[in-house]
C-alpha cells in the first residue's frame, strides 16, 4: 500500500495487533547489547533532532526506550514515549520510570495541539499501518518550526531482509522525493536526507499549520 492511501480500520487494527504479539514476545532483543556500530549511529540520530533544554519530545515506536539516554543527553524538560506493545513499554518504565509512556498507535495519541518540539520515528517508520493518520495526528501536535526525525540505525536494506521473517508486512523507507512530496501533505519540509548503506536519516521541520 503507497505511503498516502489510508488503509482500512480493520486491517489497522489486525496488523496492530500481529505487531504487539510479536513485540511483547521479542521485546528483549531490543535491549543492549547493540550490534557493533549501532550506538554512534543512534547519537547521530539523536542529534539530528536538535534538542533544546526544556523542549519537550515524542519518541514513536519507542520499543524498550533504546533512544532514550540520548535524547535525555540534551536535557528536554519532557520525553513521551509511544508504543503498541505494552511489554516494550513495560522494559522501557523499569529502565526510565520518569518517562511517560503512552501505549496507543501514535495516529490516535491525543496530546495537545502544537505541543510536541521534537518528534522522532527511529526504526518505526516501515511498521506503521495508517501513514496519514500517523502523520496527520504528528502534524497536529507538533508545534510550528518543531522537527521530525525519520530514521533506521541499519539502513533500508535491513528492513528488506527483515520482511522476509516477520509475519506483517513493512513498508520500505522513502526516496527523498518520495519523503518531500507525502511530507508536504503534512507542512513539513526536508531539512537533511542521509541514506547510506547502514543509516537512514530523514529531517524535517514543521513549516505550516
Ligand atoms: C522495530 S521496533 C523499534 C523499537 C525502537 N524504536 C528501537 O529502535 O529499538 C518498532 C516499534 O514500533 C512500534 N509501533 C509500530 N507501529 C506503531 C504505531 N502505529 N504507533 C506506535 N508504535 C508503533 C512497535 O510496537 C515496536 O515496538
Do not use: W
Not at 46 to 54: E, H, M, Q, W
Not at 126 to 145: E, L, T, Y
Not at 157 to 166: E, N, P, Q, T, Y
Amino acid at each position: 500500500m503507497s505511503s498516502e492511501e489510508k488503509p482500512q480500520d480493520a486491517r489497522v487494527r489486525e496488523i496492530n495487533r500481529q505487531q504487539r504479539e510479536l513485540f511483547d514476545r521479542l521485546y528483549r532483543l531490543f535491549d543492549p547489547p547493540l550490534p557493533e556500530g549501532v550506538p554512534g549511529r543512534l547519537e547521530q540520530i539523536a542529534a539530528a533532532g536538535r534538542i533544546r533544554a526544556g523542549d519537550t519530545v515524542l519518541d514513536v515506536g519507542s520499543g524498550t526506550g533504546i533512544l532514550i539516554p540520548l535524547i535525555r543527553s540534551y536535557h528536554p524538560a519532557r520525553i513521551y514515549a509511544c508504543d503498541l506493545s505494552p511489554a516494550m513499554l513495560a522494559q522501557l518504565s523499569r529502565h526510565y520510570p520518569r518517562v511517560r509512556t503512552l501505549l496507543a498507535d501514535v495516529r490516535d495519541l491525543a496530546l495537545p495541539d502544537a505541543s510536541i518540539d521534537v518528534v522522532f520515528l527511529n526504526a518505526c517508520y516501515p511498521n506503521i499501518v495508517d501513514k496519514p493518520g500517523a502523520f496527520a495526528n504528528i502534524a497536529r501536535m507538533q508545534k510550528p518550526a518543531g522537527r521530525l526525525v525519520i530514521s533506521h540505525p541499519m539502513g533500508r536494506a535491513f528492513i528488506a531482509r527483515l520482511k522476509k521473517s516477520v509475519p506483517f508486512p513493512l513498508d520500505d523507507f522513502p526516496r527523498r522525493n518520495q519523503a518531500r512530496k507525502m511530507l508536504a501533505n503534512y507542512g513539513f519540509a526536508i531539512e537533511s536526507f542521509v541514506d547510506e548503506e547502514e543509516l537512514y536519516i530523514l529531517t524535517a521541520l514543521k513549516t505550516s499549520p
